[in-house]
């Protein structure tokens, strides 16, 4: 017998009204669907958590627009499989002035050389080049093709788009609209999915199988059971990544090297990415344990440098140490929750001008407006500090960094109680 395939894959979109989701590039004005609709599409990177639809939408795209499409995978091809599709699409606007849409799944873990072999069709016109990643373009895409992208940002759909999502495949599927569904709760469903579409309809048909045989009604309880019993099979698929990276981060965070070294014994097993990895304990390095352990980071450094120059399986080795390392030192969130304020605080308050004696002051005529006539320079007065204002004046006082309860910031928190007397006192 046939293997059916995937309700995720027999729900795919048709059309761009059928498409879920992404409303602020696809709704009616938005950026992406006015390109659509004269059918003058850039290249682009799709930019996104996993699950959102960037499959989906680069085809839809071709579609929409009539035009041949090409699809490769970062994970399964080369240099070698990148010129072979460029020579099609040379081919084909040579015998009609075709130019095909060339859609590559996670971009991100395309080597430099890879992505050099992608710019020149490019420049040339050869091809409309679509990358899909979840990574941050700035820091896996060349910047020579970045440069002849638009990034266009996905977002995590919401829980009306998902609920709409089950009731669809309820109401269409050639399988599932036949049989008596009876969905009595759909939080599990939604917490599960995380906001992933296909993990939600994978979620859903197996919940549906367990279900539908014994008419059973699908709650809560229900869903987290059948997920549980059925736990292995994600893992293989793959449909546990996320998930697995984000207890490894948790594990660390938590201060349990234990478990850390588990989910990363994981990932190693799963063929993650070791750059991947390097990369999340960078972040973890000043986000999770910042000045209360400021070796941290270099550690963190060493190791992603590290992982890049010896290679797998070593690396495995340098990985272990620096997750070992971090999930023993002590944790501090204190530089991550200052930017947070300083951003939102931005937001708020706007354009503030710059106090005078703090500007810079190259020309006569600054001079003459008093641009840095009271500045005072730290190192010219005892300490190297001397107390003066630099923030804009109706912020004046403010404190958005506060050191956490830690043995380096105590003494971080001294010496800034010392300087700066009673914006630091508690």
Not at 4 to 32: C, F, N, S
Request: glycine letters at 6%; a neutral charge.
């Amino acid at each position: 017998m046939a293997t059916r395939i995937p309700l995720a894959e027999r729900l795919r979109p048709r059309t761009i009204k059928e498409y879920v989701g992404q409303r602020h590039l696809l709704g009616e004005g938005a950026v992406l669907y006015n390109a659509i609709q004269r059918k003058n599409v850039p290249s682009m990177i799709l930019w996104g958590p996993p699950g959102v639809g960037k499959t989906s939408l680069a085809y839809l795209i071709a579609k929409e627009l009539g035009r041949p499409f090409f699809s490769l995978s970062a994970i399964k091809s080369g240099v070698k499989e990148v010129r072979e599709v460029i020579d099609k699409a040379e081919q084909l606007q040579q015998f009609n002035g075709e130019q095909p849409i060339l859609f590559i799944d996670e971009i991100h873990r395309f080597s430099k050389s890879q992505q050099d072999s992608l710019l020149g069709a490019v420049e040339r016109g050869l091809v409309t080049l679509i990358g899909a990643t979840t990574e941050n373009p700035s820091f896996e895409v060349i910047s020579a093709l970045l440069s002849r992208c638009q990034v266009y940002v996905l977002e995590t759909l919401d829980k009306d788009d998902l609920i709409g999502l089950i009731n669809r495949a309820i109401r269409e599927d050639d399988f599932l609209k036949n049989d008596n569904i009876d969905i009595k709760e759909y939080d599990a469903l939604l917490r599960i999915s995380g906001g992933d579409a296909r993990k939600l309809l994978n979620v859903l048909e197996l919940v549906v199988d367990a279900a539908v045989p014994y008419n059973i009604a699908i709650t809560n309880d229900f869903v987290l059971r059948q997920v549980q019993q059925n736990m292995a099979r994600y893992d293989k698929t793959g449909e546990q990544h996320y998930d697995i990276v984000s207890a490894f981060i948790k594990s660390i965070r938590g201060s349990d090297p234990n478990a850390a070294v588990y989910w990363l014994a994981r990932m190693i097993e799963g063929g993650e990415d070791p750059s991947f990895i390097a990369r999340r304990l960078l972040i973890l390095a000043s986000e999770d344990i910042g000045n209360a352990n400021p070796n941290a980071l270099l550690l963190a450094n060493t190791c992603f440098q590290a992982v890049n120059v010896i290679g797998w399986p070593e690396s495995r080795i340098i990985l272990s140490q620096t997750v070992t390392y971090l999930a023993s030192s002590a944790k501090s969130n204190a530089a991550y929750e200052a930017i947070n304020k300083a951003q939102a605080l931005v937001k708020e308050t706007g354009d503030l001008p710059v106090p005078l004696h703090l500007r810079n002051a190259p020309t006569k005529l600054m001079k003459e407006l008093n641009y840095g006539t009271d500045y005072k320079y730290a190192h010219a007065y005892p300490g190297n500090f001397v107390e003066q204002e630099f923030m804009p004046e109706s912020l004046s006082g403010l404190k958005l960094y506060d050191p956490g309860k830690n043995a380096s910031e105590d003494k971080l928190r001294a010496a800034l109680r010392e300087r700066w007397k009673d914006k630091y006192r508690y």
